[in-house]
């Protein structure tokens, strides 16, 4: 199990519910612009928004960015510590910042003092493209054991000047190498890992690309937060996110429905793009089927939370615990009352 970090509310490691995070793209210092991202991307589902700190008026910005969010915001900050410490004096509920390009042990010492007095946690975030040179020499390129020896090094040095809320991410471009990496780093610590496959892409291969590296992971029980990372637009990056926990069934709803064909009796498509719709945003984890006939349909549905299934002019509802019954009608309004009674007992339990 992962030490358990948190990020204002949001609870990241340690067993808590995996988050998604995304990184806004306006200017920071466009305070109207980024906003209105971040507002976008917490209506899309973002738990947790980036957004750049790379000038002075950036960590001045983030006061306002802050007071706006509704979700708790992370600064991504390079090199300078001072804008570190700037914009955690003016809010910012984590930092992403790696402890060892910051121009030493002095400059790590005041950082940590400055995270440690307002319990701020930092994600180190090691990339393949920017290894320090001394590990690309060792290890002849970018490799797995480099990236989690730099990550643990930098680690390491704010862990040396008193501060433990760390998170880790590992990520390269490649999906392999970053399976790889994130598969050793979990062994070598407790820290939670923020994972992400790198430069992915854009929307298309980007989210197959993420799919699999982050998905691989998550199937070994690997990583505490995600983001998927795609060329342009970042709200796509939360609907993807959001698609491979609920594919994984980690959070949402993950339907199940079937390809259609020459059997099908009731209107799968229709019925199926209705719940999609109706559920986007319900955090509870469960499995909805949506089958067309009686060969798969009634073993689907009862292996689900909830289903319909087609028969003859009508439809076979299957609801957990309760004996299956005939609806007629609308059969996507009766499915979605149901999703929504059975979401909150589910809630209330
Ligand atoms: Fe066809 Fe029935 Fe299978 Fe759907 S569940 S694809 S309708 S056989």
Redesign the pocket.
């Known amino acids: 199990m992962t030490r358990k970090i948190y990020a204002g509310n949001v609870a990241i490691g340690g067993g808590a519910p995996i988050t998604v995070q995304s990184m806004t793209n306006t200017d920071t210092r466009d305070v109207e612009a980024t906003s209105a991202q971040i507002q976008r991307l917490a209506d899309a589902g973002c738990d947790l928004v980036r957004v750049s700190v790379y000038d002075q008026s950036c960590a001045e910005a983030v006061r306002a960015l802050v007071d706006r969010s509704p979700v708790p915001l992370v600064a991504d900050v390079h090199f300078d510590h001072r804008l570190a410490i700037a914009a955690v004096e003016n809010g910012i509920a984590k930092l992403r910042i790696n402890p060892g390009n910051i121009g030493g042990e002095k400059n790590v010492r005041a950082l940590a003092d400055c995270v440690k007095a307002h319990r701020v946690p930092v994600r180190v975030g090691v990339n393949g493209g920017s290894l320090e040179k001394e590990i690309l020499a060792k290890y002849g390129g970018v490799t797995a054991e480099g990236l989690v020896e730099s990550a643990l090094w930098h680690a390491r040095l704010l862990e040396d000047c008193g501060w433990g809320e760390i998170a880790l991410s590992m990520k390269a471009s490649g999906v392999r190498l970053t399976v790889d990496a994130y598969r050793l780093g979990a062994k070598q610590c407790d820290y939670p890992l923020h994972l992400g496959v790198t430069e992915a892409g854009g929307p298309g291969m980007g989210n197959i690309k993420s799919a699999i590296g982050i998905g691989a992971l998550l199937l070994d029980g690997i990583g505490d937060t995600i983001r998927v990372s795609l060329t342009g637009d970042p709200e796509p990056e939360v609907a993807a996110g959001i698609d491979i926990l609920r594919a994984l069934r980690l959070r949402g709803v993950d339907i199940v429905s079937?390809?259609?064909?020459?059997?099908?009796?009731i209107d799968?498509v229709g019925i199926a793009e209705q719940v999609l719709k109706a559920t986007a945003s319900i955090k509870t984890t469960m499995r909805v089927a949506v089958?067309?006939?009686?060969?798969?349909?009634p073993g689907?549905a009862r292996e689900a939370d909830l289903g319909i299934?087609?028969g003859k002019d009508s439809g076979v509802l299957f609801v957990k615990g309760a004996e299956p019954r005939p609806v007629r009608g609308d059969l996507a309004a009766i499915l979605i009352e149901e999703i929504e009674k059975y979401r909150n007992i589910r809630e209330a339990q």
């Open positions: 079937c390809p259609t064909c020459g059997r099908t009796g799968v089958m067309g006939c009686v060969v798969n349909g689907e299934s087609g």
